[in-house]
C-alpha cells in the first residue's frame, strides 16, 4: 500500500521542551518559527514553560496566529517550588499575562514532591490561579528510578477535591488535557485496532500482527510510544532494547525522541531554571546542547529510516504474546479523563 506523503501530519509535537525553556530570551525566535511551522502544516502542538518571559517574548507571542488555541496545547508548570528564583507571585503574574495572549494556560503540577510542596496550601494557591485561566491542571508526582511518576493516593485525593470546589478539571496526561481542549481522541488511550500499517513499513520497523496488536521485533520506550501514535494501537515488542524515549532510527546525527504523548522538536541548549528535580539530569543524550528530535515532514527524506543506532541497556527479550512488553510494563499506567466537558 502507497503510504500517504503527509502522513507525519498526525503527529503531535512538543516545541524545545527536552532541555531548557520555550520562553526564554534565547530560545523565543526557534520556538516561534517552529509554531509558525507546525500551524502552516495544521499540526498539534505543545509547549511548556516555568520561565517569567521579558516584555520582549511577550510581545513577540502578541504576533502569533490569533486561533492558535485549536491546535497549541500551553502548559505552565506551576508548582510552588520557586524554580530559578521566581517567586510564586511572579509566576502568577506572568500566567495570567499569558492567558491574555494565548487563550488557553493549563497548569502543570508536577512535580509533587514529599516535604516540599504536598500541601494543601500551596496546592490550594495553585488551583485558585488554575480557576481564573484554562480551569485545567495536570497532577503529577517525581520520577522514581524506573521513570514511573510517584504521588501519594490520599494527598491526590485531597488535590481532586480542590479542583471540584473551584471548577478546575484535573488531567494525569498530557494527552488527556490537550485531547480534552481540542475536542478529540486521546491519543494516549483512545486506542484500538492497528491502522496505518503503512507507514511502519514505509519507517522499516521489523514487525507482525498477532491478536489484533503488533509485534515489533525489536524497539525501545520511544518505539512503543511512537508507533502507538501512528496506528493508534497498544504495540508490543518481544525485545526492549532500551527504557528511554529514543526512537531506534535518527536523522543524520539527530537522535528522535517520543514520549507517551509527543514527539520531540527541541534545540537543546542550557537552562537558566535549573531545576534540581529534573529527570533529564540522569539521561545523558539529553544534557548536551543539540537538536533533538525534527519537523516531522523531515522524517520523509531519511533514505534508510530504520538504522537501528541505539545503545541497548538492560535488553529483554519475551516471545509469548501474554509476556510481551508493552507501555503499561514500562510506565504508570493513568485514568484517561479526556472527555471532561469545559466551557472555554
Known amino acids: 500500500m502507497t503510504v500517504d506523503k503527509e502522513w507525519w501530519r498526525i503527529i503531535p509535537v512538543s516545541i524545545n521542551n527536552a532541555y531548557g525553556d520555550p520562553l526564554t530570551d534565547i530560545q523565543i525566535m526557534d520556538t516561534y518559527d517552529k509554531i509558525n511551522k507546525l500551524y502552516e502544516n495544521n499540526m498539534r ?68 514532591i514529599p516535604g516540599k510542596n504536598d500541601n494543601i496550601e500551596d496546592m490550594t494557591k495553585i488551583i485558585q490561579v488554575a480557576s481564573k485561566t484554562g480551569r485545567q491542571v495536570i497532577l503529577g508526582g517525581i520520577h522514581d528510578e524506573n521513570k514511573r511518576k510517584v504521588l501519594d493516593e490520599k494527598f491526590y485525593e485531597k488535590v481532586i477535591n480542590l479542583c471540584q470546589e473551584y471548577g478546575v478539571e484535573y488531567f494525569n496526561k498530557t494527552s488527556c488535557a490537550a485531547a480534552n481542549q481540542f475536542q478529540c481522541d486521546c491519543w494516549m488511550h483512545d486506542l484500538g485496532t492497528p491502522i496505518n500499517l503503512e507507514i511502519l513499513d514505509f519507517l522499516e520497523y521489523d514487525y507482525y500482527i498477532k491478536n489484533d496488536r503488533v509485534v515489533l521485533r525489536q524497539a525501545t520506550t520511544g518505539d512503543l510510544n511512537f508507533v502507538k501514535i501512528i496506528t493508534k494501537s497498544k504495540p508490543y515488542t518481544e525485545r526492549l532494547l532500551n527504557n528511554y524515549n529514543i526512537l531506534s532510527f535518527k536523522i543524520n546525527d539527530n537522535i528522535l525522541e517520543c514520549t507517551s504523548s ?81 466551557n472555554f
Open 262 to 342: 509527543w514527539f520531540s522538536w527541541s534545540n537543546n541548549i542550557s537552562c537558566k531554571i535549573a531545576c534540581d528535580y529534573c529527570i533529564i539530569r540522569k539521561i545523558d543524550y539529553l544534557l548536551a546542547n543539540r537538536k533533538i528530535g525534527c519537523f516531522p515532514g523531515e522524517i520523509n527524506k531519511i533514505e534508510t529510516k530504520h538504522n537501528k543506532q541505539v545503545n541497548e541497556q538492560n535488553c529483554i527479550k519475551k516471545e509469548n504474546i501474554s509476556e510481551m512488553i508493552s507501555y503499561d510494563n514500562l510506565r504508570k499506567v493513568q485514568e484517561c479523563r479526556a472527555h471532561a466537558i469545559l
Open 45 to 112: 502542538m505543545s509547549l511548556c514553560t516555568k520561565a517569567v518571559p521579558s516584555k520582549e517574548v511577550y510581545e513577540i507571542l502578541k504576533t502569533l496566529p490569533s486561533d492558535l488555541k485549536k491546535m497549541m496545547f500551553f502548559q505552565y508548570s506551576l508548582t510552588a517550588l520557586d524554580e530559578g528564583g521566581y517567586s510564586f507571585k511572579e509566576r502568577e503574574e506572568a500566567i495570567y499575562r499569558l492567558y491574555e495572549i494565548l487563550g488557553q494556560v493549563t497548569l502543570m503540577i508536577r512535580p509533587v
